[in-house]
């Protein structure tokens, strides 16, 4: 006679029981070999590499170079340089508060800035003689390769506390420049910090370092970006914040050699 147990039934008909054929051992073995779960989706947008931002490095950067070279060819005036360094940070404005990823606008800001720095460069060479812009071109580059090496050895780490640190020196800085600047149209020299004189060596050398740390929060910003899997776009971002932090660190470094460089 057959058992009415419900569990008894239930664990036959699990089992196989009468109702089900024994699995085979192929079909035990596919069970076995099937993924448990299922892959997570692929973004729907390619991600940032490294590559990206080297090629978008040398395309701004080169344009900024082309710029500079030819204004520095054509000797343009430093009112139309003036004029295009005043272009230049509006598009800088723009492009860091809207956190731009557009390269239009990115390659606009390298033109403009390029011809007011070809102005400036050609202005340092005429006045200090003595190849100031290779010896500023140089220190720039130094300084890159330095801070890429203590980056990529771990020597200083990016914190948000670091972040917090650069970030209100370089808006102290900035603060400093805009009031001693105020203050020259009524003192000579306003606080001093822009003269060849030992607090402007100091204030240079401050600028310089201030921008030394800014490009490891550059390195910081392009390394979480591809951990991350950040657009292809944000490889503009990255390279935008990089060509700023350059060029900062050059007028810095053209300015602290010529207080050193004779002008005969």
């Not at 006679?1 to 089992?15: A, G, L």
């Not at 780490?157 to 917090?164: F, N």
């Amino acid at each position: 006679m057959e058992s009415k147990n419900p569990v008894f039934s239930r664990s036959r008909q699990q089992s196989g029981g009468w109702g089900a054929p024994a699995p085979t051992p192929d079909q035990l073995q596919r069970m076995y070999d099937s993924p448990s779960y299922a892959p997570p989706a692929q973004p729907a947008y390619r991600t940032m590499t490294l590559d990206d931002v080297v090629v978008r490095g040398f395309i701004t950067l080169g344009a900024l170079v082309a710029a500079a070279a030819a204004a520095w060819y054509f000797e343009v005036p430093m009112a139309v340089a003036v004029g295009s360094a005043l272009v230049a940070l509006v598009l800088g404005l723009v492009a860091s508060f809207k956190q731009s990823t557009n390269p239009a606008l990115i390659l606009a800001y390298a033109v403009f800035e390029g011809v007011f720095l070809g102005a400036l460069s050609s202005l340092f060479q005429s006045m200090f003689g003595n190849n100031i812009v290779l010896q500023a071109v140089l220190g720039t580059a130094f300084a890159f390769g330095a801070m890429l090496t203590v980056y990529s050895l771990r020597i200083v780490r990016v914190t948000s506390k670091m972040v917090k640190y650069v970030m209100g020196a370089a808006i102290a800085a900035l603060g400093l420049v805009l009031v001693n600047l105020i203050l020259g149209f009524f003192v000579p020299g306003g606080l001093g910090l822009r003269t060849d004189s030992p607090i402007g060596w100091v204030f240079s050398i401050a600028m310089i370092l201030i921008g030394c740390f800014f490009l490891l929060l550059d390195f910081d910003a392009i390394e979480q970006g591809v951990k991350q899997g950040a657009p292809e776009k944000f490889a503009w971002q990255c390279v935008f914040g990089l060509t700023l932090t350059l060029v900062w660190i050059y007028i810095e470094v053209l300015r602290f050699i010529s207080y050193f460089t004779s002008s005969d």
